[in-house]
Structures are given as structure tokens and as C-alpha cells.
């Protein structure tokens, strides 16, 4: 089900009630683009240790921004069956009197995003506004301040038109008169019409204003103590409350989300998170640690799919799968025979169409994806642990049992640690040795040219050590099996283990000084002399 703009404030109600009541929450996201090509060392490497993978994350969610977010509500309707709400939400910054927000289009997302049947139209234009608690704490000392400006280039036509049209009138107006500002151009968004109000009442203290939906305002000549009356009034819509739930807009869903606990299912979910924390509560902050810290106290319990399938895939036969759809066919395929006492998965008749066909990379469907291979995983578990009575009357909270080891492990792309634990310490994984390439006779090499000589037999992450050396990190045994096999009689490129004694820049630096020192040392002893005796 898609939801826009105009239809978040209805939903959310039903929103509300269906998160109180889920057994998990699926979750996935669309952005304006992923990896920052600023600075150039942004990509993901297995150099990269969990705090520095950190930091090239942070610096991408600053840049970009949320284009869609999927949320699959999961209820658990009896011990084996679950029925599954999941919603499009087109999210789009506010921009709420001064509030503006700049973000970056990678234009290889953008077209991968337009291949997959991506509708811009509803992202620009029925975007649902969000801000987080910074921009809140400003928006609110506005409001307190009474000073109101208005900052897109959009709602100020809007409102310099609404301000002429009322200027002429109110000159001739007698006290108690209306009249209704019609045909306001663009106002798509509640925020405009807030923007026209709140600038009409600053300018004119002797008008007062009514929204009556469909783009138009009603505008009335009253005196200032009637005014006085009418702003004291529960009914008046631009109440400070008012005014923030509704610049608010998908945050608040997000803190009905928080405040509910429940466990929260993604897919390689890092840079998920990582917008949530920015974009719906506080900017992301500087410290590693701080945001794990922050991150958990919103998320008590966290799911990564690819963190439980990884694992799982090395106990069955299955075929190798490179994405979150092909995980998902394979579980439902003849590879992993249908057991009776599987869980049974239903999407609400307002999902209906995910059954019918898939819809990769539409941020509801993946999401709906994320919880169904975790149901099916942790089936997958619980068969292999447990007799077929547990099985037949499995529920949620046995499933959490048997995927007690995965819980809050946040798989890693490509890095120094395979992922990043919520709860705890992050725990150091098994990589293979990493190797060294000592280059000879081949001036001015660096690391692309030795990743493109390279690539052919396999894919290497390369970081020079010296002027003539380079070291080598693979995730597969094979590949470093492959390069030392092949390259053992390279003429220009000699490829060893590294070894830290022996190829540190650092460690080498110490033993020439500690050579020299002990070289003077001696020189010193034997020019000298031992004293002589006294007769």
C-alpha cells in the first residue's frame, strides 16, 4: 500500500494500532544514493575497522537522503499463521517556514531506481515531510519567537499572491467580514498552508485565519481582542502542538515505532539505520560508540536477515544467492521442502499484490521479504533443534529463542569485522592472511593498476605500505591460494604472506635505529677502551 502526503494523517491511527499490536516490524529503504564519492576513499574495504566503516557511512547519510521507506507490520494471528500490512511511505524533507534541508542525487541510483519502476512524481511532490529532534527544538523556538519566514522558493509565491489578495481587500472590509483565498497554486502539503497562515497573521493583526481544505483559507476582518480570544481557542489550527505533529509527519509514526519495542527486521540493515537515527531523531553523532549506544536504546532488539541467512547457508545444500529475492525464492522452493508446521504467511487484502508478483526494490516488498525469510529461517532452526510437537505449536517468541545468537549483529559489507554488534562487543572474524606485493621494475605503479592486473583471477582491497610495497585483503582463502600459485615467479610483482616483523614500515624503521644505536654502542666501547688501572 502506498502512502503519500496526503493520505499519512488518516493512516495513522490504524498505523498506530497495528504496531501495538505486531509480532515484528519488517523494514527497508530507498535513498537518493548509497556510497558518497566524497572523499574518494569512501567505499567499503576490508581495511576498514567497524568505527572507520562508521564514518564512511556517516559521511554518505549526510549527503543523501530517504526516498521511500517500506515497513512490513507482522501480526501473529495463532501459533502458525501471520498476516502482514506493508506500506510504501514516500518520504521528502520539510520545508516548514526556514526549514530547508540540501541532499545529493547519485545518478547511478537514480537509475537504478527509475529501472525498477520508481515514481519520482510521488517522492517530489506527495513526499511526506520529517525532521528530526534538532530541527524540532529550532522549529519550536520559532514558533515561540513569533517570527516567521518563509524559506522555499514555492510557498513564498504562494503566500506573497494570498498576501496581495488579502491587503486589497481588508482596506474596504468591515469588522467581521470574510473572504476565502482560493485557487493557492502548489499547496500540496499542510506545511503550505501553515506557511500562508502563520505569515497573514504576523503581517495583519487584525485578520484571522481558518484552513477549509482543497487549497483554500478563509480569511476574516476581527479586532484584536477577538483575535486575542480566538488564539486562546482549542479549535485554532495553528497551534504551536498543532503545528509541530504536523511538520513531525513520518516522525511521528517513527516514535510510535520506538516507543512500541518491538523487534525490527532488515536486510543488510547498517545504512538503515543509520538514516533512521539522522533523519527521524538526532544527527549522527561523531563517536562510534555513541551511536551503537543511541541505536540501541531505540531498537532493544534488531534482526539483519543477512547476518541468520549467512550462517544458515552453510548448513544446507542450497544454492548460492546474491540478493534478499533470490534468498526468499530459495526458501520457498523445493530446495527447502514445505514442512506442515511451517508458518503459514498472508498478506492483508491492502498487500494483496505482493503475492501475485514480485516488486523488487519497492521498499514495502522488500520489507515484507526481510520478515518472511526470517519466519522461515528461524523455522529452519527450530526443525533442527526440536522435536515436532515444539514444531507444530511454534510461536514468535521461540523463533526469537532459536535466533538468539543473531540478535543485534548487524551484518558488515565488506569490512574488518563480519558485523556490528548493538548489544555488545563487536567480535573479530576469521579472514585470511593478508599479503604483500613487493613491486620491482615497474615505476609509478599504484593501487588501481595492481587492482586491475589483479582482477582477472580475483578482487583484492589494496592500501599501499611503502613506495614499493602494497598489502593485499581477501574474504576468500581460495583467491589468496589463487595470487601466491599464480604469481610466484612474476618478474615485476613478488607476492608473499605478510609478515608484520618483517614488512611494517613502522617495525623496520625501529630496527634500523635500533641498529644504529647499538652500532655506536659498540664503536664507542672499542674506540674507548676499558679505563686503566692506577699503579
Same mark, same amino acid.
Not at 593501487?447 to 583471477?457: G, M
Given at each position: 500500500?502506498?502512502?503519500?502526503?496526503?493520505?499519512?494523517?488518516?493512516?495513522?491511527?490504524? =498505523?498506530?494500532?497495528?504496531?501495538?499490536?505486531?509480532?515484528?516490524?519488517?523494514?527497508?529503504?530507498?535513498?537518493?544514493?548509497?556510497?558518497?564519492?566524497?572523499?574518494?576513499?569512501?567505499?567499503?574495504?576490508?581495511?576498514?575497522?567497524?568505527?572507520?566503516?562508521?564514518?564512511?557511512?556517516?559521511?554518505?547519510?549526510?549527503?543523501?537522503?530517504?526516498?521511500?521507506?517500506?515497513?512490513?507490520?507482522?501480526?501473529?494471528?495463532?501459533?502458525?499463521?501471520?498476516?502482514?500490512?506493508?506500506?510504501?511511505?514516500?518520504?521528502?524533507?520539510?520545508?516548514?517556514?526556514?526549514?530547508?534541508?540540501?541532499?545529493?542525487?547519485?545518478?547511478?541510483?537514480?537509475?537504478?531506481?527509475?529501472?525498477?519502476?520508481?515514481?519520482?512524481?510521488?517522492?517530489?511532490?506527495?513526499?511526506?515531510?520529517?525532521?528530526?529532534?534538532?530541527?524540532?527544538?529550532?522549529?519550536?523556538?520559532?514558533?515561540?519567537?513569533?517570527?516567521?519566514?518563509?524559506?522555499?522558493?514555492?510557498?513564498?509565491?504562494?503566500?506573497?499572491?494570498?498576501?496581495?489578495?488579502?491587503?486589497?481587500?481588508?482596506?474596504?472590509?468591515?469588522?467581521?467580514?470574510?473572504?476565502?483565498?482560493?485557487?493557492?497554486?502548489?499547496?500540496?502539503?499542510?506545511?503550505?498552508?501553515?506557511?500562508?497562515?502563520?505569515?497573514?497573521?504576523?503581517?495583519?493583526?487584525?485578520?484571522?485565519?481558518?484552513? +477549509?481544505?482543497?487549497?483554500?483559507?478563509?480569511?476574516?476582518?476581527?479586532?484584536?481582542?477577538?483575535?486575542?480570544?480566538?488564539?486562546?481557542?482549542?479549535?485554532?489550527?495553528?497551534?504551536?502542538?498543532?503545528? +509541530?505533529?504536523?511538520?513531525?509527519?513520518?516522525?511521528?509514526?517513527?516514535?510510535?515505532?520506538?516507543?512500541?519495542?518491538?523487534?525490527?527486521?532488515?536486510?543488510?540493515?547498517?545504512?538503515?539505520?543509520?538514516?533512521?537515527?539522522?533523519?527521524?531523531?538526532?544527527?549522527?553523532?561523531?563517536?562510534?560508540?555513541?551511536?551503537?549506544?543511541?541505536?540501541?536504546?531505540?531498537?532493544?532488539?534488531?534482526?539483519?536477515?543477512?547476518?541468520?541467512? *549467512?550462517?544458515?547457508?552453510?548448513?544446507?545444500?542450497?544454492?548460492?544467492?546474491?540478493?534478499?529475492?533470490?534468498?526468499?525464492?530459495?526458501?520457498?522452493?523445493? =530446495?527447502?521442502?514445505?514442512?506442515? &508446521?511451517?508458518?503459514?504467511?498472508?498478506?492483508?487484502?491492502?498487500?494483496?499484490?505482493?503475492?501475485?508478483?514480485?516488486?523488487?526494490?519497492?521498499?514495502?516488498?522488500?520489507?515484507?521479504?526481510?520478515?518472511?525469510?526470517?519466519?522461515?529461517?528461524?523455522?529452519?532452526?527450530?526443525?533442527?533443534?526440536?522435536?515436532?510437537?515444539? *514444531?507444530?505449536?511454534?510461536?514468535? &517468541?521461540?523463533?526469537?529463542?532459536?535466533?538468539?545468537?543473531?540478535?543485534?549483529?548487524?551484518?558488515?559489507?565488506?569490512?574488518?569485522?563480519?558485523?556490528?554488534?548493538?548489544?555488545?562487543?563487536?567480535?573479530?572474524?576469521?579472514?585470511?592472511?593478508?599479503?604483500?606485493?613487493?613491486?620491482?621494475?615497474?615505476?609509478?605503479?599504484?593501487?588501481?593498476?595492481?587492482?586491475?592486473?589483479?582482477?582477472? =583471477?580475483?578482487?583484492?582491497?589494496?592500501? @599501499?605500505?611503502?613506495?614499493?610495497?602494497?598489502?593485499? +585483503?581477501?574474504?576468500?582463502?581460495?583467491?589468496?591460494? @589463487?595470487?601466491?600459485?599464480?604469481?610466484?615467479?612474476?618478474?615485476?610483482?613478488?607476492?608473499?604472506?605478510?609478515?608484520?616483523?618483517?614488512?611494517?614500515?613502522?617495525?623496520?624503521?625501529?630496527?634500523?635505529? &635500533?641498529?644504529?644505536?647499538?652500532?655506536?654502542? =659498540?664503536?664507542?666501547?672499542?674506540?674507548?677502551?676499558?679505563? &686503566?688501572?692506577?699503579?
Amino acid at each position: 500500500m502506498d502512502v503519500g502526503a496526503a493520505d499519512f494523517a488518516r493512516c495513522l491511527p490504524s =498505523l498506530r494500532d497495528r504496531v501495538r499490536r505486531a509480532a515484528f516490524l519488517g523494514l527497508d529503504m530507498e535513498f537518493t544514493g548509497l556510497h558518497s564519492v566524497f572523499p574518494q576513499n569512501n567505499q567499503p574495504s576490508l581495511f576498514d575497522s567497524p568505527a572507520e566503516r562508521y564514518q564512511k557511512v556517516r559521511q554518505s547519510v549526510q549527503r543523501f537522503t530517504i526516498t521511500q521507506l517500506g515497513l512490513a507490520i507482522f501480526s501473529e494471528e495463532n501459533s502458525n499463521k501471520y498476516v502482514v500490512h506493508s506500506y510504501n511511505f514516500f518520504l521528502f524533507p520539510s520545508t516548514l517556514g526556514v526549514m530547508d534541508a540540501e541532499f545529493t542525487l547519485s545518478a547511478s541510483s537514480i537509475q537504478f531506481l527509475s529501472h525498477y519502476g520508481f515514481d519520482y512524481n510521488k517522492f517530489l511532490k506527495d513526499g511526506i515531510p520529517y525532521m528530526n529532534e534538532l530541527q524540532e527544538k529550532i522549529l519550536s523556538q520559532r514558533l515561540l519567537q513569533g517570527s516567521w519566514e518563509v524559506c522555499s522558493a514555492l510557498n513564498m509565491n504562494v503566500v506573497k499572491k494570498a498576501i496581495d489578495e488579502v491587503t486589497c481587500w481588508i482596506a474596504a472590509a468591515k469588522e467581521g467580514d470574510s473572504m476565502i483565498l482560493q485557487d493557492l497554486s502548489g499547496m500540496k502539503q499542510d506545511s503550505q498552508m501553515l506557511d500562508v497562515q502563520l505569515v497573514l497573521r504576523q503581517a495583519l493583526p487584525n485578520v484571522w485565519t481558518e484552513p +477549509l481544505g482543497d487549497n483554500e483559507v478563509m480569511v476574516k476582518k476581527v479586532s484584536p481582542q477577538h483575535r486575542c480570544l480566538l488564539e486562546s481557542s482549542s479549535h485554532d489550527s495553528c497551534q504551536k502542538e498543532l503545528i +509541530l505533529t504536523s511538520a513531525r509527519g513520518f516522525t511521528n509514526l517513527f516514535q510510535i515505532i520506538v516507543k512500541a519495542k518491538k523487534p525490527l527486521v532488515g536486510h543488510n540493515m547498517l545504512m538503515d539505520l543509520c538514516h533512521l537515527h539522522d533523519k527521524f531523531y538526532n544527527p549522527l553523532p561523531e563517536s562510534y560508540e555513541e551511536f551503537k549506544k543511541n541505536i540501541h536504546h531505540l531498537f532493544p532488539v534488531l534482526i539483519d536477515t543477512k547476518t541468520v541467512t *549467512k550462517s544458515i547457508w552453510k548448513n544446507y545444500q542450497f544454492p548460492r544467492v546474491s540478493n534478499l529475492l533470490e534468498v526468499y525464492e530459495v526458501l520457498c522452493s523445493d =530446495l527447502n521442502p514445505m514442512d506442515p &508446521s511451517c508458518p503459514v504467511i498472508a498478506l492483508a487484502s491492502d498487500s494483496v499484490r505482493y503475492a501475485e508478483k514480485a516488486a523488487p526494490h519497492e521498499a514495502a516488498y522488500d520489507a515484507f521479504l526481510c520478515g518472511s525469510v526470517l519466519l522461515k529461517s528461524a523455522h529452519l532452526l527450530l526443525c533442527s533443534l526440536t522435536d515436532d510437537a515444539a *514444531k507444530a505449536n511454534s510461536s514468535f &517468541s521461540q523463533y526469537l529463542t532459536m535466533l538468539a545468537e543473531y540478535l543485534n549483529k548487524v551484518n558488515v559489507i565488506r569490512g574488518g569485522v563480519s558485523s556490528i554488534n548493538f548489544s555488545g562487543e563487536d567480535a573479530s572474524c576469521r579472514y585470511p592472511p593478508p599479503l604483500v606485493v613487493r613491486v620491482r621494475g615497474w615505476p609509478r605503479l599504484d593501487e588501481r593498476q595492481i587492482y586491475q592486473e589483479l582482477q582477472p =583471477l580475483c578482487r583484492f582491497d589494496i592500501r @599501499r605500505l611503502s613506495e614499493n610495497q602494497f598489502i593485499l +585483503l581477501s574474504n576468500r582463502f581460495k583467491h589468496v591460494i @589463487r595470487v601466491l600459485r599464480d604469481y610466484k615467479n612474476h618478474p615485476k610483482l613478488q607476492i608473499s604472506v605478510y609478515r608484520h616483523w618483517r614488512h611494517s614500515p613502522h617495525v623496520n624503521c625501529l630496527l634500523k635505529v &635500533s641498529g644504529i644505536v647499538a652500532l655506536w654502542s =659498540l664503536l664507542a666501547f672499542v674506540l674507548g677502551g676499558s679505563p &686503566s688501572r692506577s699503579p
